[in-house]
């Protein structure tokens, strides 16, 4: 683990070698004008590397729902898994992987903050974590609207869990603690 201290009111944080590496790729690509203007793929591109900042995390959030279905298929919570033990986009997997706030929110943000690197990461370590969901309670995110959109109200720097809060997922202080290809 690399520490930083942030300058700007953030706690002393822990980044690993692969969040450190595309936090500086993310800075870097928001320095060219033609990313900025989300030209080419840029929009793709960001979204993806803000969902893999964010997935390189070596703890993911469950929600209490996951929990109980981990521990009734006898998943030891104190070991820790590939990420892809959990990963998949197709129904057969009972879990989905969720960025507390939408990347393409992120990304908006990003473009809003002066072009330096301490600036992109606070926006980055702001973005909340990966939160593991059962697929049902993705089901309810997208009836409520939430799938890809915070509730209405709120602004950059609030509750990241809040439309897990809006769709009524509580979300456990149990943590997944992941490992290996970050997946996406």
């Known amino acids: 683990m690399i520490y930083f201290k942030m300058q700007q009111k953030l706690p002393t944080i822990s980044l690993n070698e692969d969040q450190i590496a595309l936090a500086k790729w993310i800075s870097s690509g928001l320095n060219i004008n033609e990313v900025r203007n989300l030209k080419g793929d840029a929009s793709y591109l960001l979204n993806n590397m803000i969902a893999k900042f964010i997935s390189a995390s070596p703890t993911y959030h469950l929600s209490k729902k996951t929990v109980i279905s981990l521990q009734a298929n006898k998943i030891n919570l104190q070991k820790r898994y590939k990420r892809s033990r959990f990963y998949g986009k197709s129904?057969?997997?009972?879990?989905?992987?969720?960025?507390?706030?939408?990347?393409?929110?992120?990304?908006?943000?990003?473009?809003k903050v002066k072009k330096d690197f301490e600036s992109h990461l606070?926006?980055?370590?702001?973005?909340?974590?990966?939160?593991?969901?059962t697929r049902?309670?993705?089901?309810?995110?997208?009836?409520?609207g939430l799938k890809s959109v915070m509730p209405q109200g709120w602004e950059w720097g609030y509750d990241t869990f809040d439309r897990y809060k809006k769709a009524g997922i509580e979300i456990s202080s149990?943590?997944?603690l992941v490992e290996g290809s970050i997946c996406r």
């Not at 057969?92 to 939408?102: R, T």
Request: a neutral charge.
């Open 91 to 111: 129904k057969s997997p009972s879990y989905v992987y969720e960025h507390s706030v939408p990347c393409s929110l992120v990304r908006k943000e990003l473009m």
């Open 136 to 144: 049902e309670e993705d089901e309810k995110l997208n009836y409520y």
């Open 174 to 176: 149990k943590m997944l």
């Open 122 to 133: 606070k926006v980055l370590i702001q973005a909340g974590p990966v939160v593991m969901i």
